[in-house]
């Protein structure tokens, strides 16, 4: 009996144990863009230029920003679609280049604050993070944001070639997350 006890004791303290090993409440964060290319088919007819089957991370699209083009197309929304205002911002996608010849790309992360506040504008460079070519590479990066933000202010993601003669580029699997 003294046994059972004991074996019960310790099976609860060690369910107690991991019990605070488990991950952070998922409430804390909130996904404002994901993007994996594949919700344009069906939708739009012919599809848009900047889709290419060509180089693909995951599904059969991926965003291809060719040589001569300086933005791709925008992504929008609200930080209100956090139910939230989010603190902080994990940008996270697949990247392919064919050569180290891509010269200064970015993935632009802007936020337009309506004149309360200086809009926020940073980027993650792309030639910067990635260090292998002719293959996929996951790039990643965290945006800290003023106390100030609202809920109203009005999120805008873009890549941004300001080189006409830099190299192609496929993107693929975007995410962009906001977190308390």
């Known amino acids: 009996m003294k046994k059972r006890a004991y074996l019960g004791a310790v099976l609860a303290g060690w369910g107690i144990l991991l019990a605070g090993c488990q991950r952070a409440d ?13 919700q344009f088919e ?11 089957t060509e180089h693909v991370h995951s599904g059969r699209y991926a965003e291809h920003l060719a040589d001569g083009m300086l933005y791709g197309p925008p992504h929008l ?27 200064s790309t970015n993935i632009i992360v802007e936020i337009d604050c309506h004149g309360r506040r200086p809009n926020i504008w940073t980027g993650l460079e792309i030639e910067q993070t990635v260090r292998r070519y002719q293959k996929w590479e996951r790039v990643q990066k965290y945006i800290q944001l003023p106390a100030d933000m609202e809920a109203s202010d009005e999120l805008k993601m873009y890549l941004w ?3 006409t003669n830099g190299e192609n580029l496929w993107l693929d699997d975007i995410q962009l997350t906001g977190e308390r």
């Open 26 to 38: 998922r409430s804390s964060e909130c996904v404002l863009v994901e993007s994996d290319f594949e």
């Open 42 to 52: 069906g939708w739009v007819t012919p599809l848009p230029a900047v889709l290419s």
């Open 77 to 103: 929304t609200a930080l209100s679609k956090c139910g939230f205002v989010p603190r902080r911002l994990r940008l996270r996608a697949w990247v392919y280049l064919p050569s180290g010849r891509i010269r």
């Open 161 to 163: 070639h300001p080189e």
